[in-house]
């Protein structure tokens, strides 16, 4: 009997062993930090709140946060990329991306405050109505595109304008290549390449706005840009980006 219940015992610790090593159904990561300048954490579905720094794989549901003076470039499993401003705010609310099902491709970021630009990968090219990004103000569909977003709520006195004043406080894109195309309750509107957009309130609206009045949303080439091939992620198609 002793020698029995000794090994079931080791029996029962070997399958806990396993059961840690291996959780069953364990989340898959859908991006990773790239770059980091500053203080950036995550915000779990269990809740917990952890910092983040580069290689960190970002999960489906995290919440990541830049702090003051941070910037943060991440890539998805797709090849998108997207570079976090300081003081913003990014939900990866839903993500699915298998390279031999386009039907299940799906990418819905979430910008809850601060900025961002973004290059659309894969799923953004084979399935543009696959790629949203929801704002306070509006959501944001990709059409093969790098833009730029920045939504000011009192906060962006840093930021440069063709006025020298502060940025109005609302919704503020700008595109550098392909179309995006900005809707809610009040209408849609797209914007080309080259083109400035302004949304002040959810119950307003997006315009065009000229470039005099347009608001570009602006990295530093340390996060943004990078030798060798591949492609940027600043305000021009430059072509110097790898995620490492």
């Given at each position: 009997m002793k020698i029995h219940f000794q090994s079931s015992m080791r029996y029962v610790l070997c399958a806990l062993c396993m059961a840690i090593a291996v959780p069953?159904?364990?989340?898959?990561?859908?991006?990773?930090?790239?770059?980091?300048?500053?203080?950036?954490?995550?915000?779990?579905?269990?809740?917990?709140?952890?910092s983040l720094s580069v290689r960190s794989d970002v999960m489906?549901?995290?919440?990541?946060?830049?702090?003051?003076?941070?910037?943060?470039?991440?890539?998805?499993?797709?090849?998108?990329?997207?570079?976090?401003?300081?003081?913003s705010?990014?939900?990866?609310?839903?993500?699915s991306y298998d390279a031999a099902?386009?039907?299940?491709?799906?990418?819905?970021l979430s910008m809850l405050k601060g900025g961002l630009r973004a290059v659309s990968g894969l799923i953004g090219k084979r399935n543009k109505e696959?790629?949203?990004?929801?704002?306070?103000?509006?959501?944001?569909g990709i059409r093969g595109t790098h833009f730029g977003a920045l939504f000011c709520q009192d906060n962006c006195g840093g930021v440069p304008t063709a006025s020298?004043?502060?940025?109005?406080?609302?919704?503020?894109?700008?595109?550098?290549d392909g179309v995006i195309v900005v809707r809610n309750n009040a209408g849609t509107q797209s914007f080309n390449a080259g083109q400035f957009g302004y949304v002040s309130s959810p119950a307003a609206p997006p315009v065009v706005v000229p470039p005099n009045r347009g608001v570009q949303v602006t990295?530093?080439?340390?996060?943004?840009?990078?030798?060798?091939?591949?492609?940027g992620v600043a305000n021009t198609s430059d072509n110097q980006c790898v995620a490492q």
């Amino acid at each position: 009997m002793k020698i029995h219940f000794q090994s079931s015992m080791r029996y029962v610790l070997c399958a806990l062993c396993m059961a840690i090593a291996v959780p069953a159904g364990a989340a898959e990561a859908v991006a990773r930090v790239t770059h980091l300048s500053g203080l950036m954490t995550v915000k779990g579905a269990d809740g917990a709140v952890r910092s983040l720094s580069v290689r960190s794989d970002v999960m489906q549901g995290d919440v990541l946060t830049t702090y003051k003076d941070a910037y943060a470039r991440l890539k998805f499993m797709d090849d998108a990329e997207v570079v976090m401003r300081p003081e913003s705010q990014l939900v990866v609310s839903s993500y699915s991306y298998d390279a031999a099902r386009p039907q299940g491709d799906s990418a819905a970021l979430s910008m809850l405050k601060g900025g961002l630009r973004a290059v659309s990968g894969l799923i953004g090219k084979r399935n543009k109505e696959a790629v949203t990004y929801t704002t306070p103000t509006a959501t944001i569909g990709i059409r093969g595109t790098h833009f730029g977003a920045l939504f000011c709520q009192d906060n962006c006195g840093g930021v440069p304008t063709a006025s020298g004043r502060p940025p109005e406080n609302g919704l503020h894109v700008d595109v550098t290549d392909g179309v995006i195309v900005v809707r809610n309750n009040a209408g849609t509107q797209s914007f080309n390449a080259g083109q400035f957009g302004y949304v002040s309130s959810p119950a307003a609206p997006p315009v065009v706005v000229p470039p005099n009045r347009g608001v570009q949303v602006t990295m530093p080439s340390a996060i943004s840009q990078n030798q060798g091939t591949g492609r940027g992620v600043a305000n021009t198609s430059d072509n110097q980006c790898v995620a490492q």
